[in-house]
């Protein structure tokens, strides 16, 4: 039913529960003075509310910076980092909303029609703390129905908040052809030891642009985006309980050391705690 796992020291304080009966959706409770993530994305939808503190979740031209009575909502894929700023510890709760969930809510949602928010930092103290109360419902409750319940209609009113767009799009944000073939090699055979080369070959362009283009379009070059993304395949590998060598070398891990040590810089946990 429920994954609950934590980390913790004397500045930093992290845990992550995984609703299975819920699409894996995943809850996280955190409070951090020194931590900082890198740039990293989710392949959820990412809503961050802070209870104290300020929150700095900015990469490049995208300032993402929130504190209590606001919250953050984040597309699959948008890259961000995350980090307390100021002398008050960052407290917060995060909530990783599979996209699968949204089909519940409009018959428009499926696979190639999504809703993209545009408003990403919303000033709305109301909305903010229903986050909190549905965020504590479901961590507590074992009803699945009033689980589903309560979260579909939290999300509608996320929905009204957040400026979704009226014309639903799919995964490719418009994204111009040889970067949409490059990400789309790069899902296809993460599990693999892609080079430059393949990527060259795979879009038509020389390395050096591939590199260029795709950064300019995803926010990460194509080393750490392949290596963000072997860390989201890995996380649903672990809440399928597989084995934490297993899944380093099932998504393209050259050893298991790698593995762990940016598997915790993305996530805040060791891939061990995870699977608990």
């Known amino acids: 039913m429920k994954k609950v796992v934590g980390l913790s020291d004397n500045q930093n304080f992290a845990q992550h529960t995984v609703l299975r009966e819920l699409n894996n959706l995943a809850l ?10 890198k740039p990293h994305f989710h ?33 699959p894929f948008e890259v961000h980092t995350g980090r307390s700023v100021g002398e008050v510890p960052l407290n917060y709760r995060s909530m990783y909303i599979p996209k699968e969930i949204f089909y519940k809510i409009n018959q428009k949602f499926n ?12 000033e709305n103290n109301r909305v903010a703390s229903m986050i909190l109360d549905v965020h504590y419902q479901l961590y507590h409750t ?16 996320i929905m009204d908040v957040g400026s979704v767009k009226v014309e639903f799009q ?5 994204q ?5 073939r490059l990400k789309e090699f790069i899902h296809e055979h993460y599990q693999e030891n892609i080079s430059l080369e393949h990527l060259s070959h795979a879009s038509g362009l020389s390395p050096d642009h591939v590199v260029k283009v795709f950064r300019k379009k995803y926010g990460l070059p194509p080393h750490q985006y392949l290596l963000n993304l072997r860390i989201e395949k ?9 084995p934490v060598t297993d899944v ?21 946990v060791t891939p061990k705690k995870y699977a608990q």
């Open 248 to 268: 380093a070398y099932q998504t393209g891990f050259f050893d298991q050391s790698h593995f762990i040590r940016n598997f915790k810089k993305i996530i805040g």
């Open 176 to 180: 111009p052809l040889a970067a949409r």
């Open 142 to 157: 074992k009803d699945v129905l009033a689980s589903e319940y309560i979260l579909c209609d939290l999300l509608k009113k």
């Open 111 to 122: 696979e190639d029609h999504l809703p993209v928010f545009n408003n990403k930092i919303i």
């Open 43 to 75: 392949e959820t939808y990412t809503v961050i509310v802070i209870i104290e503190g300020t929150g700095d979740y900015s990469h490049e031209k995208n300032k993402f910076v929130t504190s209590k009575g606001s919250f953050l909502i984040l597309n």
């Open 234 to 242: 890995a996380k649903d590998l672990l809440a399928d309980r597989m």
């Open 28 to 37: 996280f409770k955190a409070s951090y003075t020194t931590y900082s993530y």
């Open 170 to 174: 799919n995964g490719n944000y418009f």
